[in-house]
């Protein structure tokens, strides 16, 4: 924290836009409760994509595996920039979150804002509305296109597909038009008319798909470089990084052990998630939809470091953030 606090000060952290973790035991005594236990703070998105953490949190690992040298708090949240807004304000320590907004928060914090891990890849469908006219990606040319969110992972993929066709956005002087809207949003207008073609995350391709009025037009492994990119990412801070490396290991160990556990029973995943989903949301993703969901990700802790730097080259060019960062200076791997 003490790092990323200073480059606030000076406002190199601008709108609240950022990321970063804050150190279990940075600044000293502060990570310390009064019971003397060491505070490990984490965040995470009640959704399927965060499925380490989902299966983490339900089956105590953390917990387990660091007994009563640490008191472990799970936060959820609903977007990224309330999450940022968290880790930069000290109440997290690790994230779950997109490889965009953790790209954001390194490139705005000046490196202080690292991604150790991997956690899911792909698990998202770019949907076409039946009677949109449209057979190929071609065909989007004039059309609406709607996303969950302006910057997000789904949304430079898309821009990526459309520079790939040739094809410019309005605002970059071309003809497509790009809506953000939430997830269930989309599914309305989608029904209703008022979007051609959506770029969404599972469960909600799944979802709009099976509500009749959308088809596939680009399956998960066919959105961007085969599926072979990150949907979601484990960040910390360097300040946590320095201080706690040990913890950060250990963090990751269990990491790996829950990834092992999803890949060896995923049937059982599948139900420990969606019970995490519908303790935190109040309502359960259908049996046969999570499945398929499921079914259009990969749960993997392997960084694929050459498309994280791709979203980074997308986001310099549709200016999301300032400049490319130096690989080595986005990514950390080795604890001592």
């Not at 690992?61 to 640490?70: N, V």
């Not at 990119?229 to 790996?256: G, M, R």
Request: hydrophobic share 40%.
């Amino acid at each position: 924290m003490k790092n990323i606090m200073k480059k606030i000060v000076t406002g190199l952290i601008v709108a609240g836009i950022c990321l970063s973790a804050s150190a279990c035991g940075s600044g000293g005594d502060s990570a310390k409760g009064e019971d003397g236990k060491t505070k490990v703070r984490i965040a995470y998105f009640p959704n399927i994509t965060h499925t380490q953490a989902l299966v983490m949190k339900n089956k105590k690992m953390l917990e387990e595996k660091w007994g009563e040298d640490c008191l472990v708090t799970w936060n959820s949240f609903n977007a990224g920039p309330a999450e940022m807004e968290a880790i930069f304000a000290g109440e997290i320590d690790l994230g779950y979150i997109g490889p965009v907004p953790a790209l954001s928060a390194n490139v705005k914090s000046e490196g202080d804002v690292k991604i150790i891990s991997n956690t899911t890849n792909a698990g998202a469908v770019l949907l076409k509305r039946k009677d949109s006219g449209i057979t190929s990606l071609s065909d989007l040319a004039g059309k609406k296109i709607a996303v969950p969110q302006m910057g997000n992972t789904q949304h430079l993929c898309l821009l990526s597909i459309l520079s790939d066709q040739g094809l410019k956005t309005v605002d970059a002087g071309g003809d497509v038009t790009v809506n953000a809207s939430s997830n269930a949003d989309i599914l309305n207008l989608i029904d209703n008319g008022s979007v051609d073609a959506a770029l969404v995350p599972e469960p909600w391709g799944t979802t709009i798909e099976n509500n009749g009025n959308a088809e596939i037009l680009l399956d998960y492994n066919e959105v961007f470089l085969e599926g072979n990119y990150p949907t979601a990412v484990v960040v910390a801070s360097q300040d946590f990084i320095e201080d706690h490396p040990d913890l950060v290991k250990q963090f990751l160990q269990i990491h790996e052990e829950a990834t092992l556990y999803i890949n060896q029973n995923m049937e059982e995943a599948r139900t420990i998630v969606n019970d995490e989903i519908k303790e935190t949301t109040g309502k359960a993703i259908d049996e046969a939809v999570i499945e398929n969901a499921f079914a259009r990700m990969t749960v993997d802790t392997a960084l694929n470091k050459e498309a994280v730097m791709k979203f980074a080259e997308i986001s310099k060019n549709e200016g999301f953030i300032n400049k490319v960062p130096e690989e080595s200076d986005v990514f950390t791997t080795s604890f001592n």
